[in-house]
């Protein structure tokens, strides 16, 4: 609901704005939470009833980040009830008090450091156990976040090899790597630029081409704020959370690193959400959600990979965790730090407007050349299978001087469409209208729209024949083609399906790193930061489908997703390549990627933004309706568009929002429902606030607003 109740004080207990209460609601009892304190309510006072139970005497949050959660509610037009319910760990959500001695500390017995890799040889789980805990004493959570298992840790324990340590293990373990190379004059630049600004609140954008030692520079930056006796909050993107990342934070700073990760468990979360709460906790690593954690001596905030789009939450809260970070640092006065190889048109407009410090590196730490996009054209190959012969013979190059050669696809699956050979017909989801992908490893059909699945078809449904074809392909299909291809070089995919099971993504990235593998197939799973360095050779095997989107980001989202991917070759400073496979050479970003790289193409088309009156330069809000009846959502929208034209023409003053005449979506049907949207433009944000918060009560009151789903989405990630 959005609104905040009012209730008497209790009749005893002190209560504190920001702290946990019980109190009745309708007929049950509910936890609230004390947002402010007010001598008057627009209630008779005999309706009101009492606060039954008061469960904190402090606050859970310090008032600066209560403060940025109400602002979070307006800005995101979200209730304020449930974005403190998003903000808050589950358990102090069912009342729990909060506590952080609830942490599982593993550390080798004399035993266990006395073991070599012979004695483990036939389980080398077990080994990497072993190895994780001579630098020292872990908690399990981080060692989960490197792979490594409970039953692994029980069968260790039982042998005597490990053991339960105290909480105070923790601070003493982590160690610093003695040889670090020096950093590089640009790195030194960078980190003397920031170091002079650890007071008070600024934004830095760090612009370091791929493979530029962008880490180097914020654990030299932390390093300072932790001897401060500060801490630092760092955000990284939901999959860029991998045990080598943790490895290369711990080593470098010799700190505890708490991690928020999506397998924790709800009391190894509150722990660390308690221990950045006190401030014993130097650092805290995390994706999207971490940003909501209070530090009580909170010194630095960091966003790696700020471009990347699982910042943005996508249902329910839809905030954008970058941009609340930005909120944040102001609110505490501490600076922030966003870092990229391909920054975000959103910070590269701040940097023009000179709202950000612009710091770049432009050279490769490791040294060697940034590598060369060439496209490859397919109209002029002859196909005998999923890759071209040019593309063959580069890969039994690379493969033939013992490198690593990774094969980009952002498809999952067998193939996109199964045909029948007959008649034409095509396995479809009734639900979406859109064909099934074949999974032939799980033997399914599935609609990667709505998830529903069902077997594969032995015959055509239309003409009963059973010729039925793969038309397209996806990474399963690839992997099969390059392993009967390349037979005596190791293939692994790494792509949603292959790493469903818990740990497997981390297990596959340690297996790869290893070299394990030469040929890594996979989605954009395999494009984000990270650093395999025996990788010398990139195909990007299909970006065709790209190129036609009608989402005005889609120019920027594909540049950075091929730039990331291309840099993920020749990091160690080896000579490197980068094939990209597609019928349209002649495509302006195709062209442009090659002959100039991200930040040109990032001008050119923030140029285009700028004359067409688009986001940075402009703000968007949607409202997105959705139902099985699509006279409903249609009628809904028109409604909801009178309501804001007319209370739109009260903001002229502020340039404006144009209110857009409500249409279908790009998708119109998704899972059986039709869905429609409905955009507001304007050249300022406030604008858009201001006209949503005079219309949107009476837009929820009205009938239809009841018989549909809808939702708004202020700056949202997908406009189509
Ligand atoms: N000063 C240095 N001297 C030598 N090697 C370095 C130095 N700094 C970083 N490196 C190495 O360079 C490689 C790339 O560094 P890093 O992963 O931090 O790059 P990045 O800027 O984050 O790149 P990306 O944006 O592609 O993720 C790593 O293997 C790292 O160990
Ligand atoms: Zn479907």
């Not at 609140?201 to 493979?211: A, D, N, P, R, W």
């Not at 711990?250 to 009391?267: E, P, T």
């Not at 094939?579 to 140029?607: C, I, K, N, R, S």
């Not at 009156?613 to 009178?642: C, G, H, M, W």
Request: net charge neutral; charged share 20%; proline share 6%.
């Amino acid at each position: 609901m959005r609104r905040i109740f009012d209730y008497l004080p209790h009749p005893e207990q002190q209560i504190v704005v920001g702290g946990r209460v019980r109190v009745p609601f309708g007929r049950r009892m509910m936890i609230g939470i004390v947002v402010g304190e007010s001598d008057h309510s627009e209630w008779p006072v005999e309706q009101l009833k009492a606060i039954d139970e008061v469960f904190d005497q402090t606050p859970i949050w310090p008032p600066s980040l209560l403060d940025l959660f109400k602002w979070a509610g307006r800005y995101y037009q979200h209730p304020i009830g449930e974005v403190l319910s998003h903000a808050l760990p589950k358990k102090l959500r069912l009342g729990e008090q909060p506590n952080s001695a609830d942490i599982e500390v593993w550390q080798l017995t004399e035993a266990g450091a006395a073991q070599d890799s012979q004695s483990t040889k036939r389980a080398p789980k077990q080994w990497q156990l072993l190895e994780l805990l001579k630098a020292g004493a872990q908690e399990r959570a981080t060692l989960s976040a490197q792979g490594v298992t409970g039953a692994t840790i029980q069968a260790v324990a039982k042998k005597g090899w490990i053991e339960p340590a105290p909480l105070s293990a923790l601070n003493e373990s982590a160690c610093c790597q003695p040889t670090q190379p020096p950093a590089t004059t640009e790195q030194s630049i960078a980190i003397t630029a920031l170091c002079s600004r650890l007071q008070g609140f600024s934004v830095s954008l760090l612009e370091g081409i791929t493979g530029s030692g962008k880490t180097r520079v914020y654990l030299d930056v932390m390093a300072q704020v932790i001897a401060k006796g500060k801490q630092v909050l760092v955000l990284v993107p939901e999959i860029g959370l991998t045990p080598q990342t943790l490895s290369r934070f711990r080593n470098h700073l010799g700190v505890r690193i708490g991690l928020v990760h999506s397998g924790l468990n709800d009391s190894e979360r509150l722990a660390a959400w308690q221990a950045a709460r006190t401030g014993e906790l130097p650092v805290l690593l995390g994706t999207r959600s971490a940003i909501f954690t209070p530090m009580a001596n909170l010194g630095l905030i960091v966003v790696d990979e700020e471009h990347d789009g699982s910042y943005k939450q996508q249902d329910g809260f839809r905030y954008q965790a970058r941009d609340l970070a930005v909120m944040r640092a102001r609110n505490e006065q501490v600076p922030l730090l966003l870092g990229s190889a391909t920054p975000s048109f959103e910070s590269l407009a701040n940097v023009e407007a000179g709202r950000y410090q612009h710091l770049t590196l432009t050279e490769r730490a490791a040294g060697g050349q940034l590598p060369q996009i060439a496209a490859i054209d397919m109209r002029q190959q002859v196909m005998s299978g999923p890759l071209s012969a040019p593309i063959i013979n580069a890969m039994e190059q690379h493969l033939q001087d013992n490198n690593q050669v990774l094969v980009f696809l952002n498809r999952r699956g067998f193939s996109p469409v199964l045909l029948c050979h007959e008649c034409g017909w095509f396995a479809e989801c009734q639900r979406c209208n859109r064909p099934f992908t074949w999974h032939k490893g799980f033997r399914r059909l599935v609609c990667h729209h709505c998830q529903v699945e069902r077997p594969v078809p032995h015959q055509c449904d239309s003409c009963g024949s059973t010729q039925l074809v793969p038309v397209g392909q996806g990474t399963e299909q690839l992997e099969e083609a390059l392993q009967a291809q390349f037979p005596q070089y190791p293939v692994v995919r790494i792509d949603r399906d292959s790493t469903r099971r818990k740990d497997a993504f981390e297990n596959l990235v340690a297996d790869v790193q290893r070299g394990h593998y030469r040929i890594l197939v996979g989605t954009q799973m395999l494009a984000k930061g990270h650093d395999f360095a025996d990788v010398t050779l990139v195909i990007i095997a299909d970006v065709d489908g790209a190129l036609f989107s009608s989402d005005f980001r889609a120019g920027e989202r594909m540049c950075q997703l091929l730039t990331q991917v291309s840099g993920r070759a020749g990091r160690a400073g080896q000579q490197a390549q980068v094939l990209l496979q597609t019928h349209y050479p002649d495509h302006p970003w195709v062209q442009q990627l090659q002959t100039e790289g991200y930040q040109q193409v990032a001008q050119a088309l923030l140029a285009e933004r700028k004359q067409a009156q688009l986001p940075p330069y402009a703000a968007i809000a949607i409202i997105r309706a959705e139902a099985n009846d699509e006279t409903k959502v249609a009628e809904f929208l028109a409604s909801a568009e009178s309501v804001l034209s007319e209370a739109a023409r009260g903001v002229n003053d502020k340039g404006g929002v144009i209110v857009m005449a409500p249409g279908p979506c790009a998708m119109v049907r998704k899972a059986g429902r039709y869905r429609w949207q409905l955009a507001l433009l304007a050249p300022q944000k406030s604008a858009i606030q201001q006209l949503l918060n005079q219309t949107l009560g009476e837009i929820e009151g009205s009938k239809l607003a009841q018989v549909v789903r809808w939702h708004v989405d202020v700056d949202p990630h997908d406009t189509v």
